[in-house]
């Protein structure tokens, strides 16, 4: 096994690079994988944790900034396309997926919104080409084990999460009516 001091990164993790619109919830989704107290924290600059790349909204949003979303999309081992649930439109092109050479998961963040529309935001998606798509509620902690499970190297113990509760492995994160097979 490589030697975290020289990898940046923790033992038995994948690296995610985390990607979407401005107010997506990718920075709240970070604190909540790193067991951090949720605060908002507007992201101003691609921050490079040790198992999480975050970046701003803006560098989706502006094509112009694009392109070091795909220099920094060689750092990770998966790319999270991240959509809210109670987003109003999508700002990804159809089989966008196709243009990284990682893994691509889908990611709906905010789904105990009232204003969520999870199906549309499973659609796009799946329109982008995300094969797996997890459902987040990083308030409450929903699918988080299962993001964690899944970012975890084949052989290493299960993730522990300091905000997820344990109805929530057992809810496997899709809302009800939402269930996906991959």
């Known amino acids: 096994r490589a030697d975290p001091h020289l990898t940046g990164r923790l033992p038995g993790m994948k690296k995610l690079i985390l990607m979407g619109r401005v107010a997506a919830g990718k920075t709240t989704l970070t604190q909540a994988l790193k067991g951090e107290q949720l605060h908002y924290c507007k992201t101003q600059y691609i921050n490079y944790y040790d198992t999480i790349i975050d970046t701003p909204g803006e560098y ?18 998966v790319v999270g396309i991240v959509i809210s649930a109670n987003e109003p439109f999508c700002v990804f092109p159809p089989g966008c997926a196709a243009m990284v050479n990682r893994d691509v998961i889908g990611i709906v963040t905010g789904i105990d919104k009232p204003d969520a529309n999870v199906p549309q935001a499973t659609r796009w998606l799946e329109l982008c ?41 057992a809810s496997r994160n899709t809302p009800k009516g939402q269930e996906r097979h991959a």
């Open 129 to 169: 080409g995300c094969h797996r798509i997890f459902y987040i509620s990083s308030y409450t902690g929903q699918g988080l084990s299962d993001i964690m499970d899944y970012l975890r190297e084949p052989g290493d113990a299960p993730a522990q999460l300091q905000t997820a509760s344990p109805e929530d492995s």
């Open 60 to 77: 989706t949003e502006v094509h112009a900034l694009g392109a070091a979303l795909a220099v920094y999309s060689y750092e990770a081992d």
